[in-house]
């Protein structure tokens, strides 16, 4: 069986043996997360860090098989390329991940209000304990809220963004990086990647600050002469380097990592 040209009907048979050999561990994984969404509901940065710190966690521990000996030896044999391999990796931890949490929230949240309001009918459990109070049903998850604040010169300068636009770019760049490192180190990928990845951005914190002072100066920066529109030329810059760095970088890990798998089975 020749695995040298790209083959959709093989990439469905590999979604097809995770969700054969993990069925019973993803229901059980996405029925514990409906329950957490259940408590937390519309809690945004309970939200937030619930779907980062779990999906790198889930992305980091995706290709661990690759570095049993037994277990490797049957992901190599597989017959399918290591592209349509790594392309199904990516999709599973990024887009299916990032979807099931939509789908955990909304059950999550339907389920929870709905608990709520029905405690919180009943007069011992509301009135006299306190521990719960009707509540409407909200999805604060699918709002906006405002990415940066103030005005400068009367001329406002904030940006309003939708939560779940907010959170997939960052999901796809936690995502991008912890694959790769779950590709790369052979034990604690997860806790190894987040040590390294805080490591370099600290040196790189330390590089743009030692330039920052080097280009600039102490003194050379007159904020009197700062008009509405060098600040609104600022924050235009500041919002392309964003769009660079969040488009640009987890295609990048991605390739990065698919060279990595590459090497492996070497």
């Known amino acids: ?13 590999l979604f097809r043996r995770y969700f054969t050999e ?9 029925g514990i997360m409906i329950i957490v969404f259940m408590f937390i509901r519309n809690q945004m940065v309970a939200i937030g860090g619930l779907i980062f710190v779990a999906g790198a966690f889930y992305a980091a521990r995706f290709s661990r098989e690759i570095h049993s000996p037994t277990n490797g030896c049957a992901y190599f044999m597989i017959p399918a390329t290591q592209l349509e391999k790594w392309i199904v990796a990516i999709l599973m931890t990024s887009l299916y991940y990032f979807l099931m949490m939509i789908l955990t929230y909304i059950l ?20 006299d304990l306190g521990f719960f109070h009707p509540s409407t049903l909200q999805w604060k998850l699918f709002g906006e809220m405002e990415l940066t604040r ?8 904030g940006e309003r963004i939708s939560f779940l636009s907010l959170f997939f770019r960052i999901f796809l760049l936690i995502q991008s990086v912890y694959l790769l490192g779950g590709v790369y180190f052979r034990r604690n990928q997860a806790f190894t990647t987040f040590f390294t990845t805080n490591i370099i951005q600290l040196l790189l914190l330390i590089l743009f600050i030692v330039e920052l002072r080097l280009i600039i100066g102490e003194t050379s920066v007159h ?17 392309n380097i964003l769009r660079v ?8 890990f991605w390739v990065t990592g698919y060279f990595r798998l590459t090497e492996k089975q070497v």
């Open 1 to 13: 069986m020749k695995t040298d040209r790209f083959n959709l009907n093989r990439m469905s048979l």
């Open 22 to 30: 993990r069925l019973h561990t993803e229901l059980i994984y996405w």
């Open 108 to 127: 999550g949240n339907l389920l929870g209000t709905c608990l709520n309001n029905m405690l919180a009918s009943i007069d011992f459990l509301s009135s």
């Open 150 to 157: 103030g005005t400068f010169n009367g001329v406002n300068m």
């Open 223 to 239: 904020f009197y002469n700062f008009t509405t529109e060098d600040a609104l030329q600022l924050k235009n810059v500041f919002q």
């Open 245 to 252: 760095f969040f488009y640009l970088l987890p295609p990048f």
